[in-house]
Nanobody, 127 residues
Framework: QVQLVESGGGLVQAGGSLTLSCAAS????????MGWFRQAPGKDREFVAG????????RYVDSVQGRFTISRDNAKNTMYLRMNSLKPEDTAVYYC????????????????????WGQGTQVTVYS
């Protein structure tokens, strides 16, 4: 069973930067899309960024385009989200995903049948 563990969240002033990490263990994620999602208080979980297995396909939600960078190191079974120029509206719990949800938002019609989620890491941006 794949397990995902996020880290790197914290409290940061507007305009600052953070890098989130998502470490995978317990199973193979070969050929599996991964992504970052976030959920702010009182709001639904939203897609933030996604990346294909080799990183050749990447997608961002418009609100983070140009500020966030998603990447993955398959040798380390780890995905990253570099967040620059943070805004108070970026405040949320950030979740790592591997599988169906990321595939959906990446518009990838693969046959991987699972959805793996991490426990989330809090990002708070103050002005």
């Amino acid at each position: 069973q794949v397990q995902l563990v996020e880290s790197g969240g914290g409290l940061v002033q507007a305009g600052g930067s953070l890098t989130l990490s998502c470490a995978a263990s317990g199973g193979s994620l070969v050929m599996v899309h991964m992504g970052w999602f976030r959920q702010a208080p009182g709001k639904d979980r939203e897609f933030v960024a996604g990346i294909s297995w080799k990183g050749g396909s990447i997608r961002y939600v418009d609100s983070v385009q140009g500020r966030f960078t998603i990447s993955r190191d398959n040798a380390k079974n780890t995905m990253y989200l570099r967040m620059n120029s943070l805004k108070p509206e970026d405040t949320a719990v950030y979740y790592c995903n591997a599988g169906r949800q990321s595939m959906y938002y990446m518009e990838y019609d693969g046959d991987y049948e699972y959805d793996h989620w991490g426990q989330g890491t809090q990002v708070t941006v103050y002005s």
